[in-house]
């Protein structure tokens, strides 16, 4: 697997391998070797590709699916020699609520009892302040449910539970418009609970990456090509090889006219690839 040092909310990971990440990381791998098939065909690329992304998922297969109360549930760190953190999740993305986003050949029965531990009182960064719920992150104050981790439960849910959805809503609409700045915020705190959300403290008011989380996995995935292809291809060639300058040479045209002292010949411009 690849080692990390922060989460994806910037705090201190307890773990070196952050289980999320290395999902998303194998993922964004396979999604490396079609757009090499489609555009470079570069075969040492796909190959070095294949091999990491299959040793990634064998480390996450072997050290990242741990037992938890009789059941098998995903740890969202591990060491790779017994030291584990499980029951605890980051609101941002990639996260282990975010598993079915990420593009990787999950197991659903695993990720069920994971994503019930999670969106449980077991998970310290679990909190319900008033009628509001939902993930939050040592990152921001102690209390504040992060609206992005919020929508990653939505978009996860796979429908049924209509009254959570709509709070969900509630809850994001209401951070958007009470926030003053019309962006979704990185914390929300319910200050007074009750039946209706009647007062809300908001920390980074301008987390703008809320707006655009349809966008998120497409663009973490372009970071992901990027940086790990251009990684596996620094000892042979370039991603995409600059083309070769462009010179322009002048030839007499290849037809034959009539001599004619008057007549200048036209002079025409050839495009030609330097091989220089």
Same mark, same amino acid.
């Given at each position: 697997?690849?080692?990390?040092? &922060?989460?994806?909310?910037?705090?201190?990971?307890?773990?070196?391998?952050?289980?999320?990440?290395?999902?998303?990381?194998?993922?964004?791998?396979?999604?490396?070797?079609?757009?090499?098939?489609?555009?470079?065909?570069?075969?040492?690329?796909?190959?070095?590709?294949?091999?990491?992304?299959?040793?990634?998922?064998?480390?996450?297969?072997?050290?990242?699916?741990?037992?938890?109360?009789?059941?098998?549930?995903?740890?969202?760190?591990?060491?790779?020699?017994?030291?584990?953190?499980?029951?605890?999740?980051?609101?941002?993305?990639?996260?282990?609520?975010?598993?079915?986003?990420?593009?990787?050949?999950?197991?659903?029965?695993?990720?069920?009892?994971?994503?019930?531990?999670?969106?449980?009182?077991?998970?310290?960064?679990?909190?319900?302040?008033?009628?509001?719920?939902?993930?939050?992150?040592?990152?921001?104050?102690?209390?504040?449910?992060?609206?992005?981790?919020?929508?990653?439960?939505?978009?996860?849910?796979?429908?049924?539970?209509?009254?959570?959805?709509?709070?969900?809503?509630?809850?994001?609409?209401?951070?958007?418009?009470?926030?003053?700045?019309?962006?979704?915020?990185?914390?929300?705190?319910?200050?007074?609970?009750?039946?209706?959300?009647?007062?809300?403290? &908001?920390?980074?008011?301008? &987390?703008?990456?809320?707006?655009? &989380?349809?966008?998120?996995?497409?663009?973490?995935?372009?970071?992901?090509?990027?940086?790990?292809?251009?990684?596996?291809?620094?000892?042979?060639?370039?991603?995409?090889?600059?083309?070769?300058?462009?010179?322009?040479?002048?030839?007499?045209?290849?037809?034959?006219?009539?001599?004619?002292?008057?007549?200048?010949?036209?002079?025409?411009?050839?495009?030609?690839?330097?091989?220089?």
């Amino acid at each position: 697997m690849i080692w990390g040092g &922060f989460r994806p909310s910037d705090d201190p990971q307890t773990y070196g391998y952050n289980i999320p990440a290395n999902m998303f990381a194998m993922a964004s791998l396979r999604h490396l070797i079609d757009l090499n098939t489609a555009l470079w065909n570069h075969h040492a690329l796909s190959l070095d590709a294949a091999r990491l992304a299959a040793a990634i998922q064998q480390g996450i297969e072997t050290h990242g699916v741990v037992n938890h109360n009789g059941q098998r549930v995903y740890a969202y760190e591990v060491d790779g020699l017994g030291g584990v953190l499980v029951g605890t999740d980051d609101p941002n993305v990639p996260s282990l609520l975010a598993i079915p986003l990420l593009g990787y050949p999950y197991d659903a029965t695993v990720y069920a009892a994971t994503r019930a531990l999670v969106l449980s009182k077991e998970n310290d960064y679990f909190v319900v302040q008033g009628n509001v719920s939902g993930l939050a992150s040592k990152h921001t104050p102690t209390g504040y449910v992060w609206p992005l981790g919020l929508m990653t439960e939505a978009l996860t849910m796979g429908g049924g539970d209509v009254e959570r959805q709509v709070q969900i809503v509630r809850t994001v609409w209401l951070s958007w418009w009470w926030g003053g700045c019309g962006c979704v915020d990185v914390g929300v705190w319910v200050c007074l609970g009750g039946v209706r959300l009647c007062c809300f403290c &908001f920390c980074l008011v301008w &987390f703008v990456c809320c707006l655009v &989380f349809e966008l998120f996995d497409w663009c973490l995935s372009c970071i992901w090509v990027c940086v790990v292809g251009r990684a596996l291809v620094l000892h042979s060639v370039p991603l995409i090889p600059p083309p070769p300058p462009l010179t322009t040479t002048t030839t007499p045209p290849t037809h034959t006219t009539p001599h004619n002292p008057h007549h200048t010949a036209p002079q025409h411009a050839v495009w030609q690839w330097s091989h220089a």
